[in-house]
């Protein structure tokens, strides 16, 4: 029997995280002899729901067993996940999905709306019902959507894979210790990673810093590559266990719909041209408007996306552009941008007076209709029109990004254009897991 297992929202602000309960469970799973048909897959959803924290995310596993060990696996699952879920905290309401077979059309549905959409848990739970799935909830309910999504989104087109290492609970809450330099080293040597070490801004992007247990992920294109990185950098403390997760982080997941509409907590994708000359306040953060078919939006570049705020304030009216970015519940319909393309810059005109060919100096007007006179030279008068130049922008058309540290978890970075991949299906490899 194909078993899906679907894990959301064990997640609270003191720490515990859902990716480190899946693979406590994935350990426990394999000693009881099941067979995994893919990685575990941490799924990222819709990043503009207001009640979601930023690091979350919901878990699938995905196994082959025989029909006579499903209750013990229902059994192992949920005891796992009420063990490691800050069960009633505020805002931890984690979920269990099991769904027998693989999941069908509906459930296939939930899991694209849930990149785009504010879906509730009623609905959610009324396909759930129609299904082959079991649910197993707490707390105020929510993370059904999250891990029936999870269990739905198989990530047969783009993905990514992340090697978590995990923290011993002794070490929890302290700083990460681990060598700078490795992991600089390693983002230079491996370059099927991504998203290691930000060059720019010179800080080590693999390791979190709150109290959460995760030591390091390690972001990449294969299971092989991020193998290969975890083994190059040098950690000074225990790890308490690894496993390699296939993921729809660094794939653009939520921007796959052109969406000329905004609405709240939504991602959206607009096309039109730069209204107005963009502002900059003083903190440092930058805004722009856009006209296009569905009226005019408004965006900002925020302080932390860091040198892209330059290119939007380079911006001029005319200048036609395609934004990517999601509207917060606290924005007040601004959308905070993600991503950028430049399409067409317009043209910048300086308008001027001729100089004086005698003395170069610029010319004055001599009144309306009279030309032009000299200040110095009073026998030179020019009619002509005022001389319109063109002045050499700043930017060019192109695809523009934050800095890598402002990427949220599903920003695809610079050197996955066109490295795009199709899952192939395949098992996972002989050692994705310690011990
Ligand atoms: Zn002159």
Redesign the pocket.
Known sequence: MRLHLGIDDTDSRSGGCTTHAAAVLVEKLSLLGCKFIDYPNIIRLNPNIPFKTRGNAAVAIRIDIRDDMYQEIENVAIDTVEKFSRIGEEGTDPALVLLRGDPGAEIRHIARASLYELLSAESVLRVIKRSSATAVLYGAKLGIVGATAAVGQTLKRDHTFELIAYRTERNRGTPRRLEKESVMLMHRIVPETFSSYDEENRRVLIAPHGPDPVLVGIRGETPRAVLHAFRMIKIHEPVERWMIFRTNHGTDAHFQLERQTVRAHSPTVFTGTIARVPIRTRGGHVFCSIAGRAGELNCAAFEPTGSFRKVIAELIPGDKVTVFGGVHAESNGTINLEKIVIHNLAKSLLVRNPS?R??T?RLKSAGRGKGFK?S??PD?VRKQPKLRLVRTRKVEPGLYLPDLRAHRHLTKPFGRYHNERVWDGKPPLEKWHSP
């Open positions: 004086c005698k003395c100096k000299c110095r030279c030179v």
